[in-house]
Every structure is written in structure tokens, then in C-alpha cells.
């Protein structure tokens, strides 16, 4: 049995991305001692089993988010805890998510979406249109915040 728990501290900042990292938000400090503080208080239910931070991450429109997701990486390697990114992909098209890779909007899947919200059928698609959608969704046809990603990987190596 492991604890697991997703980590947005506080939500202001990494899930809607308002604010600046270390600040005051709520009327409350907020830098990596907060951070810990919130950490160890989730810790406290463990009772000495492992933990996996199954979800973190600060949406890259949030002030100085790359310090933020470097120090919950510190946090969670220094207090031996196993941790997975969120999000890997985004398909929108939306570049300020948590998203590490992006659609871009020309991309074909994200197309074929958008006309399937404006009301057409997926069986009014050709069977090359319904393809070449599936063949966008590589990882190749994505850009990538380098930043973001460097990050992770230095993580990942140690």
C-alpha cells in the first residue's frame, strides 16, 4: 500500500496561475518553507508508507513557475518521495497550461476537434482526414518548452 496525493499549493498560483513565486497570496507567505510546511502536513498520514505525488506542477503563465516546480523537486527528492509531472501533453493548444509539450493550433488533431465543436459528425471525416488527426498526436508534431523540460530530465538523472 502507498499514499498518494496530487500537490497544487496553493491552488491560486498553480492551478489557475495568478501570482508571482515566493510572494504573499491570500494574505499568506508563500515560498519553499510554505511549501515544505504544506508538504509535511500531507506527509503526516503516511505512517511510514511510501508516497507518490501523483500530479504538481505550476501552469506556466504563474510568476516564476520553473522555481516553484524545482523547489517541490527538491522537497520531494529530499524527503525520498516518488513523484510523477503533470501534464505531460497538451492537445488544445494551449501553451500556458502545465503542459510540457503542446499542440500547436495548425496541428491536424486539434483541428478535426474543433470542427467536431462546431457540430460536424466523426463519421462525416474521411477515413485520410481521421488518420492523419491520429498521426498529429505524435509526440514529433508538438512543440516543447525546453525549460520546463530540462528541468524534469536534470530530476530524472540524479
Known amino acids: 500500500t502507498i499514499l498518494s496525493f496530487h500537490f497544487y499549493e496553493p491552488g491560486t498560483y498553480a492551478v489557475d496561475g495568478k501570482g508571482e513565486y515566493p510572494?504573499?497570496?491570500?494574505?499568506?507567505?508563500?515560498?519553499?518553507?510554505?511549501?515544505?510546511?504544506?508538504?509535511?502536513?500531507?506527509?503526516g498520514h503516511a505512517q511510514g508508507r511510501p508516497v507518490l505525488?501523483?500530479?504538481?506542477?505550476a501552469m506556466t503563465r504563474a510568476g516564476d513557475h520553473l522555481?516553484?516546480?524545482?523547489?517541490?523537486?527538491?522537497?520531494f527528492e529530499e524527503n525520498g518521495l516518488h513523484w510523477i509531472y503533470w501534464h505531460?501533453?497538451?492537445?488544445?493548444?494551449k501553451t500556458d497550461t502545465q503542459a510540457i509539450?503542446?499542440?500547436?493550433?495548425d496541428n491536424k488533431f486539434v483541428k478535426l476537434v474543433a470542427r467536431m465543436r462546431q457540430g460536424e459528425s466523426f463519421s462525416s471525416f474521411t477515413e485520410t482526414e481521421k488518420?492523419?488527426?491520429?498521426?498529429?498526436?505524435?509526440l514529433s508534431?508538438?512543440?516543447?518548452?525546453?525549460d520546463l523540460r530540462a528541468?524534469?530530465?536534470?530530476?530524472l538523472d540524479a
Do not use: C, P, W
Open 131 to 138: 488518420r492523419e488527426a491520429l498521426e498529429a498526436l505524435r
Open 88 to 93: 505531460h501533453r497538451n492537445i488544445k493548444g
Open 53 to 57: 505525488v501523483g500530479e504538481f506542477g
Open 151 to 155: 528541468l524534469l530530465i536534470r530530476y
Open 141 to 146: 508534431d508538438f512543440a516543447v518548452k525546453q
Open 101 to 105: 509539450y503542446y499542440a500547436s493550433t
Open 23 to 43: 510572494s504573499i497570496i491570500s494574505g499568506q507567505r508563500f515560498n519553499r518553507k510554505a511549501l515544505q510546511g504544506r508538504l509535511l502536513e500531507r506527509l
Open 67 to 75: 522555481t516553484y516546480d524545482q523547489d517541490l523537486l527538491e522537497l
